[in-house]
């Protein structure tokens, strides 16, 4: 899809990040990896994009690309990364590095291997201060507390004081995030953050992060394997697959109206109450390597509607109305009776 | 109730914030804490009594690395021991004024050669001076050039080991190759050879040993940070904008310090015993500033006519090293609470 597409996409707003066509490839002994093969992506001010897709589909890369933290010494990378009218991949990387944190945070899946293992949690947010602003180390502590606080943490001066092994999973989950907002940074990028958290904390995180995007006026990049945890939690959705978006609307776009045998799987391998189904419906076989894609649309060899040009053809990420794009050869009132016929309707 | 215990346990926290800091907060924050205050006993989960409470809230347990470390340690015997007695040789060398009458250069050619007795504790040598006083002086030097050497050595090697791990490539292959040269290079020749270019100074002695003993922390140093670098919390401070040099100082510097620590104490240990061959061999400090090596030198012609002037500097030898030895290998334990065996 080209960039004008992507930009019709979802709530109204200006334009903060922008991806064209960006490919990444990481040369390997066994072959060229094609992590990301042409994603075009578009976050809009105050808006929440969630990433969806399996391990090993691109999305993380895909982000951490974004950040500079593929560097064009590990991988072959090409497109554009349009981030506030300057393309993030011409940029040298002092300009890039003060862009993290400043204006671009992340926030990992694991919070415990994230933070420093021997670093005070106050320290360590302290540090994402003093690595950017001239400030001493006592003004960066109060501003540490404060932080903790903000993010619900009781106790924040006596917990500033404490090493991550001391706080539980939701805590450090929550430092993270302080760590994360120390620079009011104007894009969130959160890989995963609730994957390594119990059920119940999951929503707390969820809600956190959704208070702070208010909060902050932030734009939140939400990657998850998930589609149950973005249901609520995004404005507009991208689905990926094999490196590539296959899948792009808004929220009832995909929930309501998806157009791709991909998302249909996703959103039938969802447990929900009160549905008379015994059984969920998992998609058969695995995701193609990323070394030795299948000719034509990548999902063919897993989709139970493929006909004549899925193997030959790769399928363009195409709109069928102002905000909703998929890549697949099937038709669009094909695709229509498909869903309402056999994939489980929400809510 | 979680709503209410964690309702709770904020207005703890406010309160004894309130309590702890002073006035700028106090107003808005006394509001806060009448209200707290206020609160009915609905607020405590039933059953709690309110002190009891503010106690156990009060009660969150700090133990860092470094306690942990330091338990660790304390369950070491012989380190602990090595511990106390070197830090009385340390004392002793440095309190030696105190601890005898006699200065270490202060002759008296009417007694040379006697044995030990109560006026002379560890006898006399040839020009009759004290060898209980060179022995205590002679342990200042050494400990100093001990110290010394491990210290600037650790930071050289921590430094070039931290880069070649950090950076890999070319970068880590040439520092490598530079440490390879330095580890395959004949070094007392070298250091003899040093000692004649430089001088026989304690502060050239220092410069030169320092030299040959960086490598071992560097190869230590470059392993850990191999693995390390490849760790989420590392990509974590890159992600917030840290610059490398930040990151391999402050945020893995101090996930090293534990095999650091541990091989610049083994470092104090083997400097000592380079700086006595050295001085032994007549390259190092030279007399009349006593040294445990150049004490060991000068009475070498006696060692059969007055032993006790060749035993007793190197007991102390012996000892100071064993006891390094022994805390290096106590420190091992401390910070690897996963290693099995005692190393020994």
């Known amino acids: 899809m080209t960039a004008q597409a992507a930009r019709d996409v979802g709530v109204t707003g200006a334009m903060l990040l922008e991806l064209d066509s960006l490919n990444v490839r990481f040369p390997t002994e066994d072959g060229v990896v094609r992590a990301v093969g042409g994603v075009s992506l578009a976050v809009r001010e105050g808006e929440t994009l969630g990433v969806v897709g399996e391990s090993g589909s691109g999305k993380s890369v895909t982000f951490l690309t974004v950040l500079g933290l593929v560097t064009k010494a590990q991988a072959d990378i090409s497109g554009t990364i349009d981030f506030r009218g300057q393309d993030l991949l011409q940029q040298p990387e002092d300009e890039l590095r003060s862009i993290r944190g400043n204006d671009i945070a992340m926030i990992f899946q694991d919070p415990l291997t994230a933070l420093n293992p021997v670093l005070r949690v106050g320290d360590q947010i302290a540090e994402v201060f003093l690595a950017h602003q001239k400030m001493s180390k006592a003004e960066a502590m109060a501003q540490s507390v404060e932080l903790l606080d903000l993010v619900g943490i009781p106790k924040p001066k006596e917990r500033s004081r404490q090493y991550p092994h001391e706080f539980s999973g939701g805590m450090r989950q929550r430092a993270m995030i302080a760590m994360a907002l120390a620079l009011k940074p104007a894009l969130l990028i959160a890989d995963e953050p609730t994957t390594a958290l119990d059920v119940t904390v999951q929503a707390q995180i969820l809600e956190l992060i959704d208070r702070m995007k208010d909060e902050f006026g932030m734009s939140v990049v939400l990657i998850t394997h998930d589609l149950g945890v973005v249901a609520e939690h995004c404005d507009s959705i991208a689905v990926m697959y094999a490196g590539k978006v296959i899948e792009y609307g808004d929220r009832d776009d995909i929930y309501y109206r998806s157009e791709h045998p991909y998302t249909w799987g996703l959103l039938n391998s969802i447990p929900r109450l009160g549905e008379g189904a015994d059984r969920l419906e998992p998609i058969r076989g695995l995701p193609p390597s990323l070394i030795n894609l299948p000719p034509g649309c990548s999902f063919h060899p897993r989709c139970p509607y493929r006909f004549e040009p899925c193997d030959k053809e790769i399928p363009a990420l195409l709109p069928s109305d102002g905000h909703h794009a998929s890549a697949c050869h099937l038709p669009l009132e094909e695709k229509q009776r498909i869903f309402s016929e056999r994939v489980v309707a929400t809510g | ?344």
């Open chain 2, 1 to 344: 109730m979680p709503d209410a215990t964690e309702e709770f346990q904020r207005r703890q926290a406010l309160k004894e914030e309130a309590k702890a800091e002073g006035s700028l907060h106090d107003i808005p924050l006394q509001r806060e804490v009448a209200a707290a205050a206020d609160v009915p006993g609905a607020q405590l989960p039933p059953g709690v009594d309110r002190e009891l409470a503010d106690a156990a809230g009060a009660g969150i347990v700090i133990a860092s690395q470094r306690e942990l470390a330091w338990r660790r340690f304390k369950k070491h015997k012989a380190a602990m021991v090595s511990g106390v007695v070197l830090i009385i040789i340390i004392i002793g060398s440095l309190a030696a004024p105190l601890l005898t009458s006699y200065t270490f250069s202060e002759t008296d050619v009417t007694s040379p050669l006697q044995g030990p007795s109560m006026k002379h504790y560890f006898g006399t040598d040839t020009l009759g001076r004290d060898a209980f006083t060179r022995v205590l002086y002679g342990g200042r030097i050494s400990l100093l050039v001990g110290f010394a050497v491990a210290i600037i050595a650790t930071v050289i090697g921590a430094t070039i080991g931290a880069i070649a791990g950090y950076y890999g490539g070319w970068l880590d292959n040439l520092l490598m190759r530079v440490t390879d040269l330095f580890l395959s290079v004949p070094f007392l020749v070298v250091l003899i050879l040093g000692s004649l270019l430089l001088g026989p100074g304690v502060l050239d002695t220092v410069i030169i040993l320092s030299l040959f003993f960086w490598m071992y922390d560097a190869r230590i140093v470059r392993g850990i940070y191999l693995s390390m670098k490849e760790k989420e919390f590392v990509e974590a401070a890159r992600a917030s904008g840290a610059s490398n040099r930040r990151i391999i100082f402050r945020e893995m510097l101090p996930n090293a310090m534990g095999p650091i620590i541990v091989a610049s104490t083994l470092a104090v240990a083997a400097a000592i015993l380079t700086e006595s061959v050295l001085s032994f061999l007549g390259y190092g400090i030279q007399p009349p500033t006593p040294t445990w090596g150049n004490l060991l030198d000068d009475a070498r012609n006696l060692a059969v006519s007055a032993p006790w002037l060749i035993l007793f500097p190197g007991i102390a030898i012996l000892i100071t090293v064993l006891c390094v030895n022994y805390i290096g290998d106590g420190l091992r334990d401390a910070f690897d609470p996963q290693g099995q065996g005692k190393s020994l």
